[in-house]
């Protein structure tokens, strides 16, 4: 499967922001497909997953209550709405996907990835 991210861009703190992550060459069925960040200087992190079999999510604990992520069956698209965006919260997302329908919240549990999408907040 091949991931597209984007909706990335510059936005003011307080603003918010909808990235999208859509999948061509196969459908998500049966994956879970999660988004990760990576700020410079900084590890990449977990920031939230999606199983597309089960629809139940995740979300790393300093995101919960900001952060939604969603999944959209027909447009085989998943969706990560960012509100209240933080100045901590500029980096490079990535969307990720792997074919378990268990979600995993590392890096390396995924096989596939999109190419990143870049979002910077102001303050």
């Known amino acids: 499967v091949q991931l597209q991210a984007s909706g990335g861009g510059l936005v003011q703190a307080g603003d918010s922001l909808r990235l999208s992550c859509a999948a061509s060459g196969r459908t998500f069925g049966s994956y879970s497909v999660a988004w990760f960040r990576q700020a410079p200087g900084k590890e990449r992190e977990f920031v939230s997953a999606?199983?597309?079999?089960?629809?139940?999510?995740h979300y790393a604990d300093s995101l919960k209550g900001r952060f939604t992520i969603s999944r959209d069956n027909a447009r085989d698209t998943v969706y990560l709405q960012m509100n209240s965006v933080k100045p901590e919260d500029t980096a490079v997302y990535y969307c990720?996907?792997?074919?378990?329908?268990?979600?995993?919240?590392?890096?390396?549990?995924?096989?596939?990835w999109g190419q990143g999408t870049q979002v910077t907040v102001s303050s």
């Open positions: 990720a996907a792997r074919y378990y329908s268990r979600i995993g919240q590392k890096a390396d549990e995924y096989d596939y």
């Open positions: 999606i199983s597309w079999t089960t629809g139940i999510t």
